[in-house]
Nanobody, 131 residues
Framework: QVRLVESGGGSVQTGGSLRLSCAAS????????MGWFRQAPGKGREWVSS???????????VYADSVKGRFTISQDNAKNTLYLQMTSLRPEDTAMYYC?????????????????????WGQGTQVTVSS
């Protein structure tokens, strides 16, 4: 079992930056896939980014077109923490952001964005971007 706890959300103005963190505890895996999703009020859950890890040393990161070039996903294995660095934030980035985990790689699945791929979810952290 894995527990995920997000932090780092807040309120910023357009063009601002935030860094979200997702601390993982519990079982550990050599191959895994971690992702960030978001959900705005009245909308469905939207995939943002994922990073797939092999043997805890090789990483493949992918991004939704809406955040590509502005957001960066990364992880610190020593701290068991996933990050999402968000820059050039826009009002449309306003949402609850969720961390998700899968105890195997996402490589070869053909998709990273299906939320059913992920077994573990955090409670979310709110990001609000004002114009």
């Amino acid at each position: 079992q894995v527990r995920l706890v997000e932090s780092g959300g807040g309120s910023v103005q357009t063009g601002g930056s935030l860094r979200l963190s997702c601390a993982a505890s519990g079982s550990t895996y050599s191959n895994y896939c971690m992702g960030w999703f978001r959900q705005a009020p009245g909308k469905g859950r939207e995939w943002v980014s994922s990073i797939s890890t092999l043997a805890r040393s090789t990483y493949y990161a992918v991004y939704a077109d809406s955040v590509k070039g502005r957001f960066t996903i990364s992880q610190d294995n020593a701290k068991n923490t996933l990050y999402l660095q968000m820059t050039s934030l826009r009002p449309e980035d306003t949402a609850m952001y969720y961390c998700a985990g899968r105890p195997s790689s996402c490589l070869g699945l053909g998709t990273y964005s299906d939320n059913h791929l992920y077994n573990y979810w955090g409670q979310g952290t709110q990001v609000t971007v004002s114009s």
